[in-house]
């Protein structure tokens, strides 16, 4: 089976292209800012040839954050739309989680280090095939421009308490289409656009 991951398309899905695959994995900052766009972007999902798709929020989709997730996940149907939730999918585990640490006045965001980000990671179901993070935990994957550290701290704990095999986040642009192993749990950045917003960095191809 190939999985297909990005993360971060801003408003650039009609630039995309993708190589063939079963699920297509999206993990947030699709600009979704009204309820208009997710009709748009779902017209554009159904053009996509995968048998599968699940889709997690991220911190610009302003829309999404506003509405009720069960209106949401409705309105995404055939696809799946995940906000802290588990699915499970051609005998696969999935949990996606669309909150990262606050950053200026966005969208599904907590305080860094707070009761209110222990109590979401604390939610993760332990053993999951993927676990599906809009933000990628502290020191993994997760520098900014300035190789600044940027990651959460929260979530790197439950990630190696909870032990998923495949991790998947994006957020942090500059370290897009990235992989790194840790603890035998696999890393995956798939940030599609680098720091200046350009559509820099290919899909992520994970085969099971």
């Known amino acids: 089976m190939k999985i297909v991951a990005i993360s971060d398309i801003h408003s650039k899905e009609a630039w995309l292209n993708f190589p063939e695959g079963d699920i297509l994995i999206i993990a947030?900052?699709?600009?979704?800012?009204?309820?208009?766009?997710?009709?748009?972007?779902?017209?554009?999902?159904?053009?996509?040839?995968?048998?599968?798709?699940?889709?997690?929020?991220?911190?610009?989709?302003?829309?999404?954050?506003?509405?009720?997730?069960?209106?949401?996940?409705?309105?995404?149907?055939?696809?799946?739309?995940?906000?802290?939730?588990?699915?499970?999918?051609?005998?696969?585990?999935?949990?996606?989680?669309?909150?990262?640490?606050?950053f200026n006045n966005w969208s599904f965001m907590y305080q860094r280090c707070s009761l209110e980000a222990k109590n979401i990671w604390e939610r993760v179901p332990a053993n999951l095939d993927f676990l599906i993070s809009h933000t990628m935990p502290y020191q993994i994957l997760d520098t900014n421009y300035k190789?600044?550290?940027c990651g959460c701290e929260v979530l790197q704990r439950a990630v190696f308490k909870k032990k998923p095999k495949h991790f998947i986040g994006g957020h942090l642009h500059q370290e897009g289409g990235t992989f790194r192993e840790i603890n035998g749990i696999k890393f995956y950045n798939v940030s599609i656009l680098d720091e200046e917003y350009k559509l820099t960095h290919k899909p992520t191809i994970i085969n099971i």
């Open 147 to 149: 190789n600044e550290h």
């Open 28 to 102: 947030g900052d699709l600009s979704i800012e009204s309820e208009n766009d997710i009709y748009y972007f779902k017209r554009w999902l159904n053009r996509q040839d995968f048998s599968e798709i699940i889709i997690v929020a991220g911190n610009h989709d302003i829309a999404l954050e506003k509405m009720n997730k069960h209106l949401i996940k409705d309105a995404f149907e055939p696809f799946y739309y995940l906000q802290e939730d588990f699915l499970e999918l051609k005998g696969l585990r999935f949990y996606g989680v669309p909150y990262s640490p606050e």
